[in-house]
C-alpha cells in the first residue's frame, strides 16, 4: 500500500517525533522518496563522478616488529594528508566484527515501539540515544539514516543501560578500538615531536561513544544522502562498515599538498578492515598538521547498510587547543583554545555542513 501523509509536517512527525525512523517509512514500500529528503543538486553524490581509495590497508602488527618505523610513516602520511586510513591486525577479531553487524541489524530490525523507547527525551538514560538524521530539526533536507548512539562511562553501567541487544559486543569493541586509539594518538603526537602522558591522551579521549549507523534501502540514492557532509568532532574514530560501500571523503589537495579541484573518493569496504578518520579535535591539537576528513555516506537501493563507529572525543570540560610546542616550531597558532563543550554545542546545534565546524575555533 503506498503511504499517505497528509502534508510534509505528518511525515516527519511520524520518522523523528513517534521514532518510526527512516526504517519506518522504508519500510512502507515508497517508490519515491518524500521531498524533505530530496538533496540539492550540489549534495548530492554522483557514483560515477567518484574516485576509488585504493590504499592497501596498513598491517598494525608490523608496529611490533622491524617496519615499527615504517608503519608510523604511513600512518602520519595519511593523517596529514587524507585523514582516513584503513587497518588490519588491529586486534578486533573478525567473529567479533560479523557479531557487531548482526547486532546493529537485529537492534534496527525491531519494531518502532522498542527503539523509540531510546529517544531523545524519553530514554531511561542520557547515555543511550536513538534518533534519526543528524539535526532534523535544523536540517533543509534530511538525512536517510537512523543511529544508536551508547556513551560509555564504566563497563557495569553500560551493562545497565545499553539496549541488550548489542551491549556485550559494542563494548568489547569499544575496548579494543580504544586501545588502538592510544596507540595511534602516541603514534601522531610523536611525530609532532610531542611526548603526551597518559593524563594528557585522556584528555584526548575522555568522552568514548559507539554508535550504530543504519542506512535503510532507499529508492532514491540519486537524491538522497545517507550522511551530509561532515567532519567527526573528536580527536579519532574508528569505524567498521559492512560490504556495501558508500563512505566517501573529500580529497582537496594533490600528493604534493597542492591545492586541487575537490573530488570524492570512496573509501571500499575490505573484509576484516577497520576505517580510522582524524577528527576536529586532532587538527586543532597539532595545528593544522594532521587534516580531520570531511566525508559523506551514500544510499543504496538493494540492501540495507549498517557502520558502527567508535568516536574518542575530549571531555566537555576539557580546554583544547594547538599543542604549545607545535605552534612554537610553527611560529603561529591556527585555532584558539576552546572549552570543549563549546566546541561540542556548535556542533551538534547545527545542520552538517563540511568542515565548517573548525571555524567555530579558526583564528586564520
Ligand atoms: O556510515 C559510515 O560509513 C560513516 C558514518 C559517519 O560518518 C559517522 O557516523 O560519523
Ligand atoms: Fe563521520
Known amino acids: 500500500m503506498a503511504p499517505s501523509f497528509s502534508d510534509a509536517d505528518s511525515m516527519f512527525n511520524f520518522v523523528v517525533r513517534d521514532g518510526n525512523g527512516?526504517?519506518?517509512?522504508?519500510d512502507l514500500g515508497l517508490s519515491k522518496v518524500p521531498q524533505k529528503y530530496v538533496q540539492p543538486r550540489e549534495e548530492r553524490i554522483d557514483k560515477l563522478n567518484a574516485t576509488l581509495n585504493n590504499n592497501s590497508p596498513i598491517d598494525l602488527s608490523k608496529l611490533d616488529g622491524p617496519d615499527h618505523d615504517q608503519v608510523v610513516e604511513e600512518i602520519a602520511t595519511a593523517a596529514e594528508t587524507l585523514g582516513f586510513f584503513q587497518v588490519v591486525n588491529h586486534g578486533v577479531p573478525v567473529e567479533l566484527l560479523e557479531a557487531l553487524k548482526i547486532a546493529a541489524h537485529s537492534f534496527f530490525g525491531q519494531p518502532a515501539e522498542e527503539k523509540s523507547a531510546y529517544r531523545k527525551g524519553v530514554s531511561p538514560s542520557p547515555l543511550v540515544q536513538y534518533g534519526t538524521s543528524?539535526?532534523?530539526?535544523?536540517e533543509k533536507a534530511l538525512e536517510w539514516k537512523d543511529y544508536l548512539s551508547m556513551r560509555y562511562t564504566n563497563d557495569s553501567e553500560a551493562r545497565e543501560v545499553w539496549p541488550e541487544e548489542c551491549r556485550e559486543v559494542?563494548?568489547?569493541?569499544?575496548?579494543?578500538?580504544?586501545k588502538m586509539v592510544r596507540k595511534l594518538v602516541e603514534i601522531l603526537m610523536g611525530k609532532l615531536g610531542?611526548?603526551?602522558?597518559d593524563a594528557k591522551i585522556d584528555a584526548l579521549i575522555g568522552l568514548k561513544m559507539v554508535n550504530m549507523n543504519f542506512y535503510p534501502i532507499c529508492p532514491n540514492p540519486e537524491l538522497t544522502v545517507g550522511v551530509g557532509r561532515h567532519s567527526d568532532l573528536g580527536t579519532?574514530?574508528?569505524l567498521l562498515q559492512d560490504g556495501i560501500g558508500g563512505l566517501y571523503v573529500k580529497v582537496e589537495e594533490n600528493m604534493e599538498g597542492k591545492k586541487q579541484e575537490a573530488e570524492w573518493m570512496e573509501i571500499p569496504p575490505i573484509p576484516g578492515a577497520l576505517v580510522i578518520n582524524i577528527g576536529d579535535t586532532l587538527q586543532i591539537v597539532s595545528n593544522g598538521r594532521y587534516k580531520s576528513?570531511?566525508?559523506r555516506v551514500r544510499t543504496t537501493s538493494v540492501q540495507s547498510r549498517v557502520s558502527i563507529p567508535v568516536f574518542a572525543i575530549p571531555k566537555g570540560t576539557e580546554?583544547?587547543?594547538?599543542?604549545p610546542q607545535v605552534v612554537e616550531s610553527d611560529g603561529v597558532a591556527l585555532y584558539r583554545e576552546v572549552v570543549f563543550e563549546d566546541y561540542m554545542n556548535n556542533f551538534f546545534g547545527n545542520?552538517?555542513?563540511g568542515k565548517k565546524s573548525l571555524d567555530f575555533a579558526r583564528i586564520y
Open 22 to 26: 527512516v526504517k519506518g517509512l522504508a
Open 134 to 138: 543528524f539535526a532534523p530539526e535544523k
Open 170 to 178: 559494542a563494548l568489547e569493541f569499544l575496548r579494543i578500538s580504544i
Open 194 to 197: 610531542v611526548t603526551l602522558d
Open 236 to 238: 579519532l574514530t574508528v
Open 293 to 295: 576528513a570531511e566525508h
Open 319 to 323: 580546554k583544547i587547543g594547538p599543542l
Open 351 to 353: 545542520a552538517h555542513g
